[in-house]
């Protein structure tokens, strides 16, 4: 007999690879967030902090977070919509209308996120956000097709 995981277990593993792509730019405010709400054990908050790699560190925090249980996941789902955190990762929005589609869906929360997710790709299409541009090689590229 094997139980179905919570509904916020779900809504973290489906949406994982695109919250470690949006995450990664600040790994470490994020893990500094989730330590303030005791969403990670002193032992899984020391083994994330290791990581080095910003993806594997965020990768560490979801995988802690959803081995802990549906109350760590709604945790950290509530710590996705924090003030803090959107102004910080404005792609994070479409947690918010996810979170609400999901959970009010009940037990049909499965096709409910099969059917939001590629709505949510043509609102906010996969775009890397580069905050390390050691070179500049962005900034010259826009003010060379600005001339």
Known sequence: MTEEPAA???????QKAKLIEIL?????????HADSRCLLSPHGY???????IPSEKVTDLLDHIIQR????????LELLNNQALQETFPMLRFIKDLQVNTLSSGNKQTSRKRQTAPELQEIFPPKKICNNDPGGRLADWRWTSLL
């Open 8 to 14: 916020e277990i779900q809504l973290l593993r489906s």
């Open 24 to 32: 990664s730019a600040d790994a470490d405010f994020v893990l500094q």
């Open 46 to 52: 020391q083994q994330v902090k290791a990581c080095r």
């Open 69 to 76: 249980g549906p109350e760590a996941a709604q945790g950290l």
